[in-house]
């Protein structure tokens, strides 16, 4: 099977956060886990919206729904170790884009993981997909 190979430039990451690696977070095998470092992606995405004053959702139903998610992991990570999550957008289209994230060890700078989320407007009112509003479009695209 092919191997994800994920790459972003410098330039489209315009937010960080930090967060640590909880006890919680970790897995059977004593380092950070998947489904863990997914919450995390999400909180980091929810963290960035909030920063640009967008909710995840409008008075008329329309918000963000995640369409696909490809996560390549490039170290293990421990409890509990500060973790930045930098974030952008890309490959924005007609309804949505990429969200990308870039997560390193806060201290060390050591990589963790590369990780995208495919999204589109939806609005979950008239279940449908919409386009991207153009307040949205014009602050990011």
């Known amino acids: 099977m092919a191997r994800i190979k994920l790459s972003f430039p410098d330039d489209v990451f315009s937010f960080e956060t930090r967060m640590p690696v909880r006890i919680t977070d970790i897995n059977g095998a004593n380092h950070l886990g998947n489904d863990a470092l997914i919450s995390m992606l999400s909180e980091a995405r929810a963290q ?31 409890f509990p170790e500060m973790l930045r999550f930098e974030v952008g957008l890309m490959d924005f289209n007609k309804y949505g884009g ?44």
Not at 106 to 131: C, D, I, M, W
């Open 48 to 78: 960035f919206l909030v920063s640009y004053g967008i909710q995840e959702a409008s008075k008329d139903g329309t918000g963000i729904i995640v369409t696909d998610l490809a996560t390549m992991y490039q170290s293990e990570s421990f």
């Open 98 to 141: 990429d969200f990308v994230f870039r997560v390193t060890k806060a201290e060390s700078g050591q990589p963790v993981a590369l990780a995208k989320y495919g999204f589109v407007f939806f609005n979950y009112h008239r279940k449908e997909v919409v386009t991207v509003p153009e307040s949205f479009r014009s602050r990011f695209a």
